[in-house]
């Protein structure tokens, strides 16, 4: 009699086929293989089952939180899809019983202190003025000046970073569409000046990563970064303001885009075309993603608040 196939055997195959047709969406990816060893270490034979999947959820979750659960099970269900084609046994939870997936947490908003501060502690980090030092003072001024992604700075090549026009090419979006951005010059002058120290440890060709590891001098690793990031936080004593338990160097770019946000609502400037040209800027998928910072950030709600309460008070509103 032919033996089933192990359940990790299962996911790497579907993981591999999704990969060959472009898709790289790494952290579902792992979320699947863990489902499959949780599986095949309970012993499990024949059909995914909804109880199965809760179980997995639930148990094997590093928060013990609905929201937590939810966002796990929704990663299987693909795969859970997946083997329903070919598997019409195959069960999934119906609806949803931890709550919805997809809820977002409000980010810690630096303030234009605290980023200073952080960008002046990197760059004293020993050895002084060295790739170390270097790497996160640059990265924290990059993404508190442009908004990018640190997945984006982090995949940079030398070649995208133009210091003639003073422009960025980002190439590995989370949409995959290609942006161009245009940089302040104060951004121009501090990525030149993080290129000459870079430059006497690798060399810059074309397509060599831009920021690279001090300890293989390839692309500088996400966890690098944000170990280093998180611990010079913690010393300077930043407390987190958001839904997040701690301190996050992606909160730059949340910072980015409510400074710049905040700047046009105390000028008056009319909202929509603006956050459309933001929304292209930042790269988000969709102008909706732009607008959730309106409702979802209480320093843009305080803002938003008063200016309604003026409005009312010149007799803008109709209160027929």
């Not at 086929?17 to 792992?30: K, P, V």
């Not at 300077?236 to 905040?262: E, Q």
């Amino acid at each position: 009699m032919m033996r089933e196939p192990s359940f990790v055997a299962t996911a790497e195959a579907y993981i591999a086929e999704r990969r060959r047709l472009g898709f790289t969406e790494r952290a579902s990816g792992s979320r699947i293989l863990a489902f499959a060893r949780f599986a095949d270490r309970q012993g499990h034979t024949g059909p995914v089952t909804p109880d199965l999947c809760l179980e997995w959820a639930k148990q094997e979750a590093i928060y013990d939180r609905p929201f937590t659960w939810a966002n796990r099970l929704s990663s299987i269900r693909p795969f859970a899809k997946h083997l329903a084609a070919t598997d019409p046994r195959t069960g999934f939870p119906d609806g949803m019983p931890f709550g919805p997936a997809k809820r977002r947490r409000t980010p810690h908003i630096y303030t234009a202190a605290e980023i200073s501060t952080l960008m002046t502690a990197a760059a004293a980090l020993p050895p002084s003025g060295e790739l170390r030092s270097a790497n996160l003072s640059t990265l924290i001024g990059l993404l508190a000046a442009t908004g990018v992604r640190i997945s984006e700075a982090l995949a940079l090549e030398c070649r995208d970073f133009d210091h003639k026009r003073g422009l960025l090419t980002i190439r590995r979006t989370k949409s995959r569409r290609e942006r161009l951005l245009p940089i302040h010059a104060s951004v121009t002058t501090a990525l030149t000046r993080y290129l000459a120290v870079r430059s006497r440890y690798a060399e810059t060709q074309p397509t060599a990563p831009l920021f690279i590891s001090t300890v293989t001098h390839e692309r500088l690793p996400y966890a690098t970064v944000q170990g280093n990031f998180r611990s010079l936080a913690i010393d300077l004593g930043i407390i987190p303001r958001g839904n997040y338990k701690r301190v996050r160097i992606h909160d730059l770019r949340h910072s980015f885009i409510c400074h710049r946000v905040m700047t046009w609502q105390r000028d008056g400037v009319q909202p929509d075309s603006a956050m459309i040209a933001l929304s292209t800027y930042v790269g988000h998928a969709s102008v909706a993603d732009t607008y959730w910072y309106l409702e979802g950030v209480p320093e843009l709600m305080a803002i938003a608040g008063s200016r309604f309460e003026a409005s009312a008070d010149r007799g803008g509103l109709d209160h027929g």
